[in-house]
């Protein structure tokens, strides 16, 4: 059996790993504009994220087979060395380990920042779409070699071959860790570079103007998967569409969280109060934040229990109160909020008030897993403090719009 070619020894995964990041610059550089602006932040990060993401080697031995056979030693000990007082064409025994691996297939070829004496060798067949790659470490030796000395160069290629994978796996997790914020700056460069050339808002932001002399809130401390396509682009052109501002977004937050730990504070006042009743009081807040124009309030009350900003019949911002009922009639009230016609950069608002569970860390557990395990469900985003979360969620009507939702669990249980 001819010997194996050295692994890790053909390429320099420092170049590697540049590569990647030129590729990935270059694909948002030279995506087609309407697409680009068609689609959301967080879709172009998500296909960038699938596509170029490298998966580090990962090995199982604990599946390793082994096959054996007869063949004839050419006067070579079982480590490669000469033996030369050994006769040529001596019996021996060939020996095929077979371990399955997972990961980014030319990973192989890359040597990582740290070396360990000779390369090890093997042969590697790459990973198909769904399943294991192979790695074969091929070894002979004379009918009359030692067990032993065998089983400790098997042992020994094998731990050369670790070393690799763990020196590879740190370097990659160093890189990966900081491609998501580099992924996202250069997308946001080109959105900006785009709006300054053509003169376009990212989107036509919905003016919120806030009442004279409301009090002021400290802000506060934000502490391998499948390839994502990205929708194609719009037949008709990309059209900015109605949203509202990221910092009128937190305020409004900020005034419901105030409302809420004000309720927490009295909550036999809020006793007489159903989701409805919850509801107008959340609603007189934020309308006591902001002006209305001529035809009524900012916030209008449409439906029992939500809360709305619309522009055309659609969405920019939705608030849903809602009464913890269990996990499941809380995915309604996400798939009622989700089913609302929205503009693309729509965000939302669940605020959940609980009245009869006394375990309250089971019932934002509970909360929690309403939301991530929703079909509609793509990330969860940082947030801010306990009792609060934020997600990623697809529109029920359209796939290609994603709704921003800070989800809030105030106490209201009388102890």
Known sequence: ???????????????????RAQGIQAEIDTMPKDQFLASSEETIIDHLLSEHQIEPLVLFKERMQMEHGETTIEGRTIDGSVR????????????????????????WDMQPNRRRGNFPEGKVQPVPVHGFGLLEIALEAPLDADAGRIKEVVEQRLSDIQFYLEAQREQIEADNST???????AVQARRGRI??????????????????????????????TLQKPLPPPPKE?????????????????????????????????????????????????LNGHYEGDATGETFRRKGKTDIRIEVQDRAAFVGECKIWGGK????????????????????AALIIFNRHVKEFSEVMKRLSEAIT????????????????????????????????????????VVS
């Open 1 to 19: 059996m001819s010997p194996d070619r050295p692994l890790f020894a053909h390429g320099d995964l420092n170049s590697y790993l540049r590569q």
């Open 237 to 285: 052109g990309f059209k900015p569409e109605p949203g509202i501002r990221d910092e009128d977004y937190e305020h409004i937050l900020r005034v419901i969280r105030h409302a809420g730990c004000s309720f927490e504070c009295t909550p036999e006042t809020l006793a007489v109060h159903d989701e409805e009743g919850l509801r107008n009081l959340i609603l007189a807040n």
């Open 328 to 347: 499941k009639e809380m995915q309604g009230a996400c798939d009622q909020l989700l089913s609302y016609l929205t503009w693309r950069d729509c965000k």
């Open 373 to 412: 395990d929703h079909p509609l469900f793509v990330r969860e985003l940082p947030r801010g403090r306990p009792g609060e979360w934020r997600y990623m969620l697809r529109s029920k009507e359209d796939p290609n719009r994603l709704i921003t939702l800070h989800v809030f669990a105030f106490n209201l």
């Open 179 to 185: 491609l998501l914020d580099r992924i996202r700056q």
């Open 84 to 107: 030369r007082l050994r006769p040529a064409n001596v019996p021996g025994i060939a020996i095929l380990i077979s371990i399955p691996y997972t990961g980014t297939y030319p990973l």
């Open 195 to 224: 709006e300054k050339q053509e003169g376009l808002a990212r989107s036509l932001n919905i003016p919120l103007k806030t009442r004279k002399g409301t009090p002021e809130f400290a802000p506060l401390p934000i502490k391998r």
